[in-house]
């Protein structure tokens, strides 16, 4: 069976350095391994409009911030396809079909929409589109045929309803559908990295986010105010590590090389560690260390950022390409599913 690869993103703000840790730099490496036969990338736009109907210039302008995120980040078009989910009207389609498949106490009860309804204030006036994004979000993978979905733990319970509706789809009507597996992040900082002032996530509306394309500038005021450790006044304080957010950003970016050149009273980041945690190293070492670290890891992707941005009408070009290619792909797979369903009629 080929392997073949699905994921997205709701194009609703610039990306930042927890997408980066969490799954671009995975997303890359997944494309390099050469393992898998597709790979498709979405712009999540129709799905980014179930919670902002009221604003669709917003995602209209961060399609292409997206768009030059991924490119930036290395994702290359040659090998994999980067799609606009909208265009691909074929997916709305499949959402309608698979609904009969799905009942309203089984969305009810779906963790990811549930928080997701809570933190939105939405409560009792829930839109529908929202309230039923999972069974779209299983369309976009199955249309596919995906077998391998990269995401965060909390689209788990996305995949784990879109498993649920390829089983009862095949056993209802024929084995049309893959079911997919979801690939987690391989390691727990990277899936949750704090925000800079050490509350639990990345996130636009707590204003705490490094994005990928901040100035170089940005980012270093951004270090220098983070959160550390409130108890580690003077230098000579023993440092606590545990919830400080200087240490989980190194965990999550820093490679032992990078001592020599930026630090190297130090061998390693066990030894930086163990001197913060024994007192004696202040905070602002620690943060112009993590600068250095940071932009080791981001000026290669701000430079081939601002390389794109020269020629944005090539990005969505690159879009187009990918939208239509992933058209016939989803046409196809719609076609099986009319003809598994006894609606087609004129085939
Ligand atoms: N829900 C994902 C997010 O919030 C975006 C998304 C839409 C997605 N469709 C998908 C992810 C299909 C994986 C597979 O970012």
Same mark, same amino acid.
């Given at each position: 069976?080929?392997?073949?690869i &699905?994921?997205?993103?709701?194009?609703?703000?610039?990306?930042?350095?927890?997408?980066?840790?969490g799954?671009l730099?995975?997303?890359?490496?997944?494309?390099?391994?050469g393992?898998?036969?597709? =790979?498709y990338?979405? =712009?999540?736009?129709?799905?980014?409009?179930?919670d902002?109907?009221?604003?669709?210039?917003?995602?209209?302008?961060?399609?292409?911030?997206?768009?030059l995120?991924?490119?930036s980040?290395?994702l290359?078009?040659?090998?994999v396809n &980067?799609?606009?989910? $909208?265009? +691909?009207s074929?997916l709305?389609?499949l959402?309608?079909?698979?609904?009969?498949?799905v009942?309203?106490?089984?969305l009810?009860?779906?963790?990811t929409?549930?928080?997701e309804?809570?933190l939105?204030?939405f409560?009792?006036?829930i839109? +529908?589109? @929202?309230?039923t994004?999972?069974?779209?979000?299983?369309?976009?993978?199955t249309?596919?045929?995906?077998?391998t979905?990269? %995401?965060?733990e909390?689209?788990?319970p996305?995949?784990e309803?879109?498993r649920e509706?390829?089983?009862?789809f095949?056993?209802?009507?024929d084995?049309v559908l893959?079911?997919?597996?979801?690939?987690?992040?391989?390691n727990?900082?990277?899936?949750?990295?704090?925000?800079?002032?050490?509350k639990?996530?990345m996130?636009? $509306?707590?204003?705490?986010?490094?994005y990928?394309?901040?100035?170089?500038?940005?980012?270093?005021k951004?270090?220098?105010s983070? @959160?550390?450790?409130?108890e580690?006044?003077? =230098?000579e304080?023993?440092?606590?590590l545990?919830g400080?957010?200087v @240490?989980?950003?190194?965990?999550?970016?820093?490679?032992?090389e990078?001592?020599?050149?930026?630090l190297p009273?130090?061998?390693?980041l066990?030894?930086?560690?163990?001197?913060?945690?024994?007192?004696?190293?202040?905070?602002?070492?620690?943060k112009?260390?993590?600068?250095?670290?940071?932009?080791?890891?981001?000026?290669p992707?701000?430079a081939?950022?601002?390389?794109?941005?020269?020629?944005?009408?090539?990005?969505?070009?690159?879009?187009r390409?990918?939208?239509k290619?992933?058209k016939? %792909?989803?046409?196809?797979?719609?076609?099986?599913?009319?003809?598994?369903m006894?609606?087609?009629?004129?085939?």
């Amino acid at each position: 069976m080929k392997k073949i690869i &699905l994921t997205g993103d709701r194009p609703t703000g610039k990306l930042h350095a927890g997408h980066y840790v969490g799954s671009l730099k995975r997303r890359v490496e997944l494309q390099n391994s050469g393992e898998y036969d597709d =790979i498709y990338i979405m =712009i999540a736009d129709a799905q980014a409009l179930t919670d902002n109907a009221d604003n669709p210039e917003k995602v209209r302008k961060n399609i292409s911030e997206v768009a030059l995120d991924y490119l930036s980040c290395g994702l290359n078009p040659e090998k994999v396809n &980067l799609f606009i989910q $909208s265009y +691909v009207s074929e997916l709305t389609e499949l959402t309608f079909y698979y609904s009969n498949l799905v009942t309203v106490s089984r969305l009810k009860r779906n963790p990811t929409v549930k928080s997701e309804i809570s933190l939105r204030g939405f409560n009792s006036s829930i839109p +529908v589109g @929202f309230f039923t994004y999972p069974i779209s979000q299983a369309a976009d993978i199955t249309a596919f045929k995906a077998t391998t979905v990269p %995401v965060g733990e909390d689209q788990l319970p996305m995949i784990e309803q879109a498993r649920e509706i390829v089983r009862s789809f095949n056993t209802t009507y024929d084995e049309v559908l893959v079911e997919p597996k979801a690939l987690l992040p391989d390691n727990e900082i990277c899936s949750r990295l704090p925000g800079t002032d050490g509350k639990a996530k990345m996130s636009k $509306s707590l204003g705490n986010c490094i994005y990928l394309s901040d100035e170089p500038d940005d980012i270093r005021k951004k270090i220098m105010s983070m @959160f550390t450790d409130p108890e580690h006044i003077r =230098i000579e304080d023993p440092g606590k590590l545990e919830g400080n957010t200087v @240490f989980t950003y190194l965990d999550a970016f820093c490679k032992d090389e990078l001592f020599a050149e930026y630090l190297p009273e130090y061998s390693c980041l066990q030894e930086l560690k163990d001197h913060y945690t024994r007192g004696g190293l202040g905070d602002v070492k620690v943060k112009k260390f993590l600068y250095s670290v940071l932009m080791e890891e981001l000026s290669p992707i701000q430079a081939r950022r601002k390389e794109w941005e020269k020629d944005v009408p090539a990005v969505m070009e690159i879009l187009r390409e990918g939208s239509k290619k992933a058209k016939e %792909v989803a046409a196809e797979t719609l076609q099986e599913v009319k003809q598994a369903m006894k609606i087609d009629y004129f085939a």
